[in-house]
């Protein structure tokens, strides 16, 4: 058999090859394909879980006061019943610490606007 013939040994197996690495490609590419959101496409976008509301734990004059919502920490806030000082304790916390230490508390109190004096 000539070496150039198309159906020589090796031209075959080159060829055989070549089509398992093609299959591949393809195969990944619809794997891709499937997870991709295109906008206006009957396929929705996937929804994030929703999220569960911070349970929050202050302690005011000595005492455990909550479980609180972030409404409730706002007005405490407002309020001046409590400060970046005040200690606090959310679930999976495994002890108590200043409301500086705890990025979800310090966000709340961050993003509130302070009291307007009249």
Same mark, same amino acid.
Not at 60 to 69: A, S
Not at 92 to 100: C, F, L, R
């Given at each position: 058999m000539n070496d150039n013939n198309f159906f020589s040994v090796d031209r075959l197996v080159e060829f055989g090859m070549g089509m398992a690495m093609a299959q591949q490609m393809v195969n990944t590419m619809n794997q891709s394909m499937k997870q991709m959101y295109v906008p206006g496409s009957i396929q929705s976008m996937p929804q994030p879980a929703p999220q569960q509301p911070n $349970? $929050?734990?202050? #302690? $005011?004059? #000595?005492?455990?006061? #909550? /479980?609180?919502?972030?409404?409730?920490?706002?007005?405490?806030? +407002? +309020? =001046? =019943?409590? +400060?970046?000082?005040?200690?606090?304790? @959310?679930? #999976? @916390?495994?002890?108590?610490? /200043?409301?500086?230490q705890v990025p979800e508390i310090l966000k709340i109190i961050a993003l509130t606007p302070p009291p307007i004096n009249t």
């Open positions: $349970i $929050i734990y202050v #302690g $005011i004059d #000595g005492k455990q006061v #909550g /479980p609180l919502n972030e409404s409730e920490i706002i007005t405490l806030v +407002n +309020n =001046r =019943r409590i +400060n970046k000082d005040t200690l606090a304790w @959310m679930p #999976g @916390m495994p002890a108590w610490k /200043p409301i500086e």
